[in-house]
């Protein structure tokens, strides 16, 4: 579906592209009853006015990118503004412009995304946190919006997507924590709304199933529950001595506060893996072992991507990765 320009209201009222233009902007040229039937038109078409200082004929070289999150998760979330930062930096490099919203009515998201596109003020988005039945993806393609989603896309075949090899981050993880000794490899997962969530929960079950020859331990975390109550479950199943893997450094925060109030020790009777590193897991006593992701990657060719799409030549995914095992302090050696 193309996107209608002014000409496209022009022909439709039956006017000139200047009467339009003039009518969208107020100017009292243009008889009232005739400068509201084209703005009814320009209504239905789905049309606005370019922002101001555009040029219709230029090239347009911003990049949109709109975060559905509250300021809470996003300040608590050191690899999120590492995303961020790296978005930023790669689109400096080109001579782009990142035009960045946050946005934390969920219901409002759709609205932003359609205005920008309406208005010109982009020419390509970039999608974060894509979720189970995202509503983005049906969207953007109904509009006809170049996008690339970094992450696993809802829908890749209408909105490409930037994926890490995660398949082999997880088997290589599992036989890392097997060769230190451990007989099997708890997992304490986030809510599984998002994609990446949910598939990292199947890719655990089945690496965990091929590496040990048994089922895992997956506890999906109540994220306004205790977390003591997540590890006693899985230590119930287990006993101590077990190696949990968590989303991120904040879950594993919250765990390492769990097991002291336990009395339990890290590592000596719960080891941790975050499946996200920042500067956060030097900070954290013992210091946290982490899965570093291509974040820096992702962003090259996420962008590689969408430029690929606004010279038409049609929306591709790409991969990168995988991620990188991060050594610290917080996984025992059981081998002894």
């Known amino acids: 579906m193309s996107r209608p320009t002014i000409r496209t209201v022009a022909a439709a009222a039956g006017v000139s592209a200047a009467a339009v233009s003039h009518a969208m902007n107020g100017k009292p040229n243009i008889p009232p009853a005739t400068a509201q039937r084209i703005r009814a038109i320009a209504d239905e078409l789905g049309w606005r006015p370019a922002s101001a200082g555009r040029r219709l004929s230029g090239v347009v070289s911003d990049v949109g990118l709109i975060v559905s999150r509250s300021q809470e998760d996003f300040e608590r979330d050191a690899t999120f503004v590492h995303i961020l930062a790296s978005i930023s930096i790669e689109i400096s490099k080109r001579g782009l412009t990142l035009v960045l919203a946050f946005v934390e009515e969920p219901?409002?998201?759709l609205e932003v995304y359609r205005r920008w596109w309406q208005e010109q003020k982009v020419n390509g988005f970039l999608l974060l946190d894509p979720v189970v039945d995202d509503p983005r993806a049906e969207l953007l393609a109904e509009l006809g919006v170049p996008a690339v989603t970094i992450g696993h896309s809802p829908a890749p075949e209408k909105i490409p997507e930037v994926t890490v090899a995660d398949e082999h981050t997880m088997t290589d993880l599992m036989e890392h924590v097997r060769g230190l000794g451990h007989d099997r490899m708890a997992r304490l997962s986030d809510?599984?709304?998002t994609v990446a969530v949910a598939r990292r929960n199947d890719l655990y079950c089945v690496s965990h199933r091929d590496a040990f020859g048994e089922d895992g331990i997956l506890v999906?975390?109540?994220?306004?529950?205790?977390?003591?109550?997540?590890l006693e479950q899985i230590v119930s199943e287990t006993g101590t001595s077990i190696a949990v893997l968590v989303d991120s450094e904040l879950m594993a925060s919250r765990l390492y506060t769990a097991a002291h109030e336990h009395g339990w020790t890290i590592p000596g009777d719960v080891s941790v893996i975050s499946w996200e590193d920042s500067w956060v897991c030097e900070m954290l006593v013992p210091r946290l072992t982490a899965l570093r992701p291509p974040i820096k990657e992702s962003a090259r060719v996420a962008l590689d991507l969408l430029a690929a799409q606004l010279r038409s030549e049609g929306p591709k995914s790409g991969r990168v990765g995988p991620r990188e095992l991060i050594e610290r302090d917080s996984v025992a050696?059981?081998?002894?």
């Open 107 to 109: 219901d409002a998201v």
């Open 191 to 193: 809510p599984d709304t």
């Open 220 to 230: 999906v975390s109540d994220p306004h529950g205790p977390v003591a109550t997540d």
């Open 333 to 336: 050696d059981r081998r002894a």
